[in-house]
Protein backbone atom coordinates (compact mmCIF):
# COMPACT_ATOMS: atom_id res chain seq x y z
CA UNK A 1 0.00 0.00 0.00
CA UNK A 2 1.51 3.22 -0.67
CA UNK A 3 1.81 5.50 1.71
CA UNK A 4 3.18 9.38 1.50
CA UNK A 5 4.41 11.33 4.80
CA UNK A 6 4.82 14.73 5.13
CA UNK A 7 7.62 16.51 7.04
CA UNK A 8 9.27 19.94 8.17
CA UNK A 9 8.65 22.83 10.95
CA UNK A 10 5.10 23.54 12.17
CA UNK A 11 6.28 27.57 12.35
CA UNK A 12 7.35 29.69 10.11
CA UNK A 13 8.30 33.25 10.37
CA UNK A 14 6.62 36.00 7.52
CA UNK A 15 8.53 37.00 4.51
CA UNK A 16 10.89 33.10 5.77
CA UNK A 17 10.41 30.37 3.46
CA UNK A 18 8.35 27.38 3.87
CA UNK A 19 9.88 23.88 3.48
CA UNK A 20 8.33 20.81 3.48
CA UNK A 21 9.22 17.02 2.39
CA UNK A 22 6.96 14.18 1.52
CA UNK A 23 8.64 10.81 1.44
CA UNK A 24 7.08 8.01 -0.35
CA UNK A 25 6.66 4.33 0.82
CA UNK A 26 5.34 1.26 -0.46
CA UNK A 27 5.54 2.09 -4.57
CA UNK A 28 7.60 3.51 -7.09
CA UNK A 29 7.93 7.28 -7.69
CA UNK A 30 9.34 6.96 -10.51
CA UNK A 31 6.17 5.06 -12.59
CA UNK A 32 5.08 5.71 -16.00
CA UNK A 33 1.49 8.78 -15.44
CA UNK A 34 3.27 8.73 -11.67
CA UNK A 35 3.18 12.54 -10.48
CA UNK A 36 3.30 14.40 -7.38
CA UNK A 37 1.32 16.93 -6.14
CA UNK A 38 0.88 19.42 -2.88
CA UNK A 39 -2.28 20.81 -1.97
CA UNK A 40 -3.04 23.21 0.75
CA UNK A 41 -6.54 23.89 3.00
CA UNK A 42 -6.57 26.91 5.63
CA UNK A 43 -7.94 26.12 8.29
CA UNK A 44 -11.94 26.01 7.78
CA UNK A 45 -11.17 26.59 4.26
CA UNK A 46 -11.21 24.24 0.97
CA UNK A 47 -8.71 22.82 -0.99
CA UNK A 48 -6.23 24.36 -3.12
CA UNK A 49 -3.77 22.82 -5.64
CA UNK A 50 -0.24 23.94 -5.25
CA UNK A 51 2.27 22.03 -7.60
CA UNK A 52 3.11 18.87 -9.01
CA UNK A 53 5.98 17.14 -10.58
CA UNK A 54 6.82 14.36 -12.60
CA UNK A 55 9.49 11.94 -11.65
CA UNK A 56 11.59 13.34 -14.82
CA UNK A 57 11.60 16.50 -13.15
CA UNK A 58 8.65 18.41 -15.08
CA UNK A 59 7.11 20.59 -12.78
CA UNK A 60 3.40 22.45 -13.00
CA UNK A 61 2.82 25.18 -10.51
CA UNK A 62 -0.26 27.30 -9.38
CA UNK A 63 -0.60 30.33 -11.46
CA UNK A 64 -1.15 33.08 -8.31
CA UNK A 65 1.74 31.14 -6.27
CA UNK A 66 4.20 30.34 -9.68
CA UNK A 67 6.59 33.13 -8.30
CA UNK A 68 6.99 31.88 -4.93
CA UNK A 69 6.62 27.66 -5.34
CA UNK A 70 9.64 25.52 -6.36
CA UNK A 71 8.69 21.84 -6.43
CA UNK A 72 11.57 18.98 -7.08
CA UNK A 73 12.14 15.36 -6.11
CA UNK A 74 14.57 13.22 -5.71
CA UNK A 75 13.98 9.80 -6.65
CA UNK A 76 16.73 8.16 -5.14
CA UNK A 77 15.59 8.61 -1.73
CA UNK A 78 11.89 8.74 -3.03
CA UNK A 79 11.06 12.00 -1.92
CA UNK A 80 10.02 14.81 -3.48
CA UNK A 81 10.18 18.78 -1.77
CA UNK A 82 8.16 22.12 -1.45
CA UNK A 83 9.60 25.01 -1.04
CA UNK A 84 7.16 28.26 -0.70
CA UNK A 85 9.10 31.78 -0.08
CA UNK A 86 8.03 34.87 1.58
CA UNK A 87 4.98 33.74 3.61
CA UNK A 88 2.51 35.64 5.11
CA UNK A 89 -0.18 34.72 7.17
CA UNK A 90 -2.19 33.88 3.95
CA UNK A 91 0.17 30.64 3.57
CA UNK A 92 -1.08 29.39 6.86
CA UNK A 93 -2.54 25.98 6.08
CA UNK A 94 -3.03 22.45 6.38
CA UNK A 95 -0.35 21.12 3.80
CA UNK A 96 -0.55 17.73 2.07
CA UNK A 97 1.36 15.63 -0.34
CA UNK A 98 -0.68 13.19 -2.55
CA UNK A 99 0.14 11.16 -5.40
CA UNK A 100 -0.88 13.00 -8.95
CA UNK A 101 -2.27 10.20 -11.11
CA UNK A 102 -2.25 10.55 -14.73
CA UNK A 103 -2.58 7.74 -17.15
CA UNK A 104 -5.47 6.14 -19.64
CA UNK A 105 -6.65 3.44 -18.06
CA UNK A 106 -7.18 -0.24 -20.02
CA UNK A 107 -10.56 0.79 -20.50
CA UNK A 108 -9.77 3.97 -22.76
CA UNK A 109 -10.90 6.21 -19.55
CA UNK A 110 -8.62 9.24 -19.06
CA UNK A 111 -7.48 9.29 -15.59
CA UNK A 112 -5.97 12.67 -13.60
CA UNK A 113 -6.59 12.93 -9.93
CA UNK A 114 -5.06 12.81 -6.65
CA UNK A 115 -5.45 8.82 -5.43
CA UNK A 116 -2.89 8.62 -2.48
CA UNK A 117 -2.88 11.63 0.37
CA UNK A 118 -0.41 12.29 2.96
CA UNK A 119 -2.20 12.59 6.47
CA UNK A 120 -1.52 16.42 6.37
CA UNK A 121 0.99 18.81 8.32
CA UNK A 122 -0.44 21.98 9.81
CA UNK A 123 2.12 24.86 8.90
CA UNK A 124 1.41 28.27 10.69
CA UNK A 125 3.26 31.73 10.06
CA UNK A 126 4.02 33.68 12.91
CA UNK A 127 6.46 35.85 14.58
CA UNK B 1 -8.93 29.14 -13.82
CA UNK B 2 -12.02 26.90 -13.75
CA UNK B 3 -14.03 27.68 -11.31
CA UNK B 4 -15.72 24.76 -9.79
CA UNK B 5 -19.91 25.42 -7.99
CA UNK B 6 -20.86 22.96 -5.51
CA UNK B 7 -24.50 22.52 -4.34
CA UNK B 8 -25.56 22.42 -1.79
CA UNK B 9 -23.13 24.09 0.58
CA UNK B 10 -24.76 21.66 3.43
CA UNK B 11 -27.20 19.14 3.17
CA UNK B 12 -28.61 17.61 6.10
CA UNK B 13 -30.08 14.29 5.82
CA UNK B 14 -30.79 11.04 7.92
CA UNK B 15 -29.13 7.44 7.73
CA UNK B 16 -30.38 5.64 4.99
CA UNK B 17 -31.17 8.24 2.68
CA UNK B 18 -30.68 9.40 -0.94
CA UNK B 19 -28.87 11.87 -1.43
CA UNK B 20 -27.17 13.88 -4.32
CA UNK B 21 -24.51 17.05 -4.59
CA UNK B 22 -24.41 18.61 -7.16
CA UNK B 23 -20.98 20.46 -9.22
CA UNK B 24 -20.92 22.60 -12.12
CA UNK B 25 -17.86 23.86 -14.05
CA UNK B 26 -17.41 27.48 -14.90
CA UNK B 27 -16.65 25.78 -19.05
CA UNK B 28 -16.69 22.23 -20.22
CA UNK B 29 -14.08 19.88 -18.96
CA UNK B 30 -15.39 16.83 -20.89
CA UNK B 31 -15.12 14.19 -18.36
CA UNK B 32 -12.01 15.55 -15.96
CA UNK B 33 -14.29 15.99 -13.02
CA UNK B 34 -13.17 14.00 -9.49
CA UNK B 35 -15.09 13.48 -6.02
CA UNK B 36 -13.48 13.79 -2.57
CA UNK B 37 -14.68 12.70 0.93
CA UNK B 38 -12.54 14.55 3.84
CA UNK B 39 -13.55 13.55 7.37
CA UNK B 40 -12.51 16.38 10.34
CA UNK B 41 -8.60 16.35 10.77
CA UNK B 42 -7.98 13.62 7.84
CA UNK B 43 -6.83 13.99 4.34
CA UNK B 44 -9.29 13.84 1.42
CA UNK B 45 -9.59 10.15 0.14
CA UNK B 46 -10.60 10.15 -3.40
CA UNK B 47 -14.38 8.62 -4.39
CA UNK B 48 -15.20 8.82 -8.06
CA UNK B 49 -12.52 9.47 -10.47
CA UNK B 50 -13.04 10.81 -14.36
CA UNK B 51 -16.91 11.74 -13.19
CA UNK B 52 -18.04 8.48 -13.07
CA UNK B 53 -15.36 5.18 -12.57
CA UNK B 54 -15.52 3.99 -8.75
CA UNK B 55 -12.01 4.52 -6.96
CA UNK B 56 -11.05 0.39 -5.42
CA UNK B 57 -12.07 0.05 -2.34
CA UNK B 58 -15.28 2.51 -2.50
CA UNK B 59 -18.25 1.55 -1.62
CA UNK B 60 -20.75 0.95 -4.35
CA UNK B 61 -23.49 3.28 -2.88
CA UNK B 62 -21.31 6.32 -4.21
CA UNK B 63 -21.82 7.02 -8.29
CA UNK B 64 -20.83 9.52 -10.12
CA UNK B 65 -22.42 11.21 -13.18
CA UNK B 66 -22.52 14.10 -15.30
CA UNK B 67 -20.14 15.51 -18.19
CA UNK B 68 -19.44 18.54 -19.53
CA UNK B 69 -20.56 21.29 -17.15
CA UNK B 70 -22.41 19.91 -14.67
CA UNK B 71 -22.08 16.83 -12.69
CA UNK B 72 -23.37 14.77 -9.37
CA UNK B 73 -21.91 12.78 -6.61
CA UNK B 74 -25.09 9.99 -5.20
CA UNK B 75 -25.30 8.04 -2.31
CA UNK B 76 -27.83 5.80 -2.75
CA UNK B 77 -28.28 4.90 1.30
CA UNK B 78 -26.52 6.93 3.76
CA UNK B 79 -24.43 5.14 6.58
CA UNK B 80 -23.16 6.65 9.41
CA UNK B 81 -19.49 6.66 8.28
CA UNK B 82 -20.62 9.16 4.82
CA UNK B 83 -21.04 12.49 6.84
CA UNK B 84 -18.45 14.30 5.56
CA UNK B 85 -17.60 16.98 3.86
CA UNK B 86 -17.33 16.12 0.07
CA UNK B 87 -15.28 18.20 -2.67
CA UNK B 88 -15.51 18.07 -6.67
CA UNK B 89 -11.99 18.98 -8.52
CA UNK B 90 -11.73 19.21 -12.05
CA UNK B 91 -8.69 18.04 -13.98
CA UNK B 92 -9.28 19.12 -17.22
CA UNK B 93 -6.67 22.14 -17.32
CA UNK B 94 -4.22 23.81 -15.02
CA UNK B 95 -4.68 25.02 -11.98
CA UNK B 96 -6.92 22.32 -11.23
CA UNK B 97 -9.62 23.78 -8.76
CA UNK B 98 -11.93 22.24 -6.14
CA UNK B 99 -15.18 23.14 -5.75
CA UNK B 100 -15.69 24.73 -2.15
CA UNK B 101 -17.46 22.26 -0.49
CA UNK B 102 -20.61 20.11 0.49
CA UNK B 103 -20.80 19.72 4.50
CA UNK B 104 -22.79 16.39 4.77
CA UNK B 105 -24.50 16.94 8.34
CA UNK B 106 -27.05 13.95 10.21
CA UNK B 107 -30.41 15.25 10.80
Known amino acids: QLQLQESGPGLVKPSETLSLTCAVS??????????WGWIRQPPGKGLEWIAT???????YYHPSLKSRVTISVDTSNSQFSLKLSSVTAADTAVYYC???????????????????WGQGTLVTVSS | DIQMTQSPSSLSASVGDRVSITCRAG??????LNWYQQKPGRAPKLLIY???SLQSGVPSRFSGSGSGTDFTLTISSLQPEDFATYYC?????????FGQGTNLEIK
Open chain 1, 98 to 116: ARHLAETSSSGVAINCFDY
Open chain 1, 26 to 35: GGSISGSGYY
Open chain 1, 53 to 59: IYHGGTT
Open chain 2, 27 to 32: QSISSF
Open chain 2, 50 to 52: SAS
Open chain 2, 89 to 97: QQSYSSPHT
